[in-house]
């Protein structure tokens, strides 16, 4: 059975930064893997994601320049840099993983299969 297990968020300073991860374990060949955010009271939504070998990245334009996507392949990981943090990054973030590979459904939640339990992201002002 596949599980992905995020870590890494918390509580930090507008204008701090924060490194989530995220590890895959058990049998699984993702070709997408992807970061999404849930702020309370709103729906879950894209914030990135990456093709296998970081060839292709997407990100959510509210947080273009500021959070970069990486895989480590080798470690079944996926990290999300997140720098300038704003009050409104406050969610909880979740990565989820994709087999097909890339198209235009992949900053779409339904096209992914497997999904971490989140870790919160506070940001105070």
């Known amino acids: 059975q596949v599980q992905l297990v995020e870590s890494g968020g918390g509580l930090v300073q507008a204008g701090g930064s924060l490194r989530l991860s995220c590890v895959v374990s058990?049998?699984?060949?993702?070709?997408?893997m992807g970061w999404f955010r849930q702020a309370p009271g709103k729906e879950r939504e894209f914030v990135a994601a990456?093709?296998?070998?970081?060839?292709?990245?997407a990100y959510a334009d509210s947080v273009k320049g500021r959070f970069t996507i990486s895989r480590e392949n080798a470690q079944n990981s996926m990290y999300l840099q997140m720098n300038s943090l704003k009050p409104e990054d406050t969610a909880v973030y979740y990565c989820?993983?994709?087999?097909?590979?890339?198209?235009?459904?992949?900053?779409?939640?339904?096209?992914?299969?497997?999904w971490g339990q989140g870790t919160q992201v506070t940001v105070s002002s």
């Open positions: 989820a993983g994709k087999m097909w590979g890339w198209n235009r459904e992949t900053m779409q939640e339904p096209s992914y299969d497997s």
């Open positions: 058990g049998p699984s060949s993702f070709n997408v």
């Open positions: 990456s093709s296998r070998n970081g060839g292709i990245t």
